[in-house]
């Protein structure tokens, strides 16, 4: 499919560009060849199935969330999240993700490692299980635990290249 999307641009590329072209009618006709390919070129390609569209994973972030974020207001980012794991908890893997980086950007390593923890046990197909192991890894580096930051990597290198 995409290199029927190249055919249009190399005859395009090779009438106006060739040393050959000596008149503007090939140009003007590569220009006009080129502008009914792009218009009539969804309805020769084929159509792709529908897919239902998945709801993005994290968005849309509270306003005062985020500003406790950018202030790096621990105590009142956890305030905000204990509300909004009461309000939304269809959203909880959001929240635990949230609550784990509020965390980590405040240092509190092993705290945030409880809270990936949990996401990764709780959510095992979660959006947020593959981020979560590898802030979880990041977070073992930080305090040592070597061995098993690189378990975690390893296991995601090889989901990662598993997929290609």
Do not use: C, N
């Not at 968005?59 to 909004?84: H, N, V, Y």
């Amino acid at each position: 499919m995409r290199a029927l999307l190249h055919v249009p641009l190399f005859f395009l590329y090779q009438t106006i560009f060739s040393p050959t072209t000596k008149t503007k009618s090939k140009s003007v006709s590569s220009l006009i060849f080129l502008v009914f390919f792009i218009t009539l070129a969804p309805g020769i390609l084929p159509a792709q199935d529908e897919v239902p569209l998945q709801p993005v994973v994290g968005s849309p972030i509270p306003t005062d969330l985020r500003k406790t974020f950018l202030s790096s207001d621990l105590e009142k980012g956890l305030a905000i999240l204990d509300q909004l794991e009461k309000d939304t908890p269809d959203r909880l893997q959001d929240w635990l993700f949230y609550r784990a980086a509020l965390l980590e950007q405040s240092d509190q390593s092993d705290s945030a490692l409880e809270i990936l923890t949990r996401l990764e046990s709780e959510f095992p197909s979660g959006a947020w299980f593959h981020r979560a192991r590898f802030m979880k890894a990041r977070l073992l580096v930080e305090i040592g635990r070597f061995g098993e930051a690189q378990r975690i990597i390893e296991q995601e290198t090889l989901r990662l290249h598993s997929e290609e």
